[in-house]
């Protein structure tokens, strides 16, 4: 993913500029815009090297059934989490592949250690660090796993985005909201995973990552409810 704008809310008129500066928006995606005049638009994501499914997931050098462009919103009537997929591959209805969804799910987890880390760097108070300490925990072990089983790339990815200054002056609220998302995505890359994995004992160690991963999101939403302090 080569571009990302806004993680906060962003105007109609803004997304709209911005689609149109990377994108001809074709008739049957007008609809579709013209419904997200009253949402409240969280986050716009463009790519050139991969696509997006219908779930809002980043697959990367697939093109099968995928959209270049995501928008992600509240829906202003139900305050439902949704997702806007546009400039889809024409034509292409195949299954997305185990090993791109593999990869997917790794290098998610990946950015959740690299936030994470950053994270409990940054935080003062005793509890938070140990939230942190946890996730970061977490996430080492399901890298472990993912890697016994399915024999991928010993590597560590660089955190490309907020450096530890950056992330402080980001605020509490940030971090929680981000940490939320963050599992959310997890999530749901997990349940797309987990039944196409055939091998049952694969299967146990997802699920038990998919545990954890909605454990730790529930803490998320109990922070971003009770207005906790990091």
Not at 182 to 197: F, G, H, M, R
């Amino acid at each position: 993913m080569n571009s990302v704008a806004n993680n906060g809310n962003i105007s109609y008129r803004e997304t709209l500029r911005k689609i149109r500066q990377k994108h001809q928006i074709k008739p049957n995606e007008k609809h579709s815009l013209k419904e997200l005049k009253k949402a409240n638009i969280r986050c716009l994501a463009f790519t050139t090297d991969g696509g997006f499914c219908e779930k809002g997931n980043f697959y990367k050098n697939l093109e099968a059934g995928l959209g270049t462009i995501r928008i992600k919103y509240q829906d202003h009537q139900t305050e439902e989490e949704k997702v806007l997929i546009l400039n889809k591959y024409e034509n292409q209805t195949e299954e997305i592949p185990l090993d791109f969804k593999i990869n997917a799910l790794y290098q998610k987890i990946e950015d959740a250690f690299c936030f994470y880390s950053q994270a409990l760097d940054e935080s003062n108070r005793l509890f938070f660090k140990t939230i942190f300490k946890n996730l970061c925990f977490h996430n080492k072990a399901y890298i472990s796993g993912l890697r016994s089983q399915y024999k991928l790339a010993n590597y560590r990815r660089k955190q490309n985005g907020l450096k530890c200054k950056e992330l402080r002056a980001k605020g509490r609220d940030f971090v929680i909201r981000r940490s939320l998302e963050l599992q959310s995505e997890l999530e749901s890359l997990y349940k797309d995973l987990i039944p196409n994995v055939d091998n049952k004992q694969d299967r146990h160690t997802l699920e038990s990552h998919l545990k954890y991963v909605m454990e730790d999101k529930r803490l998320f939403s109990r922070l971003k409810r009770d207005n906790f302090l990091i």
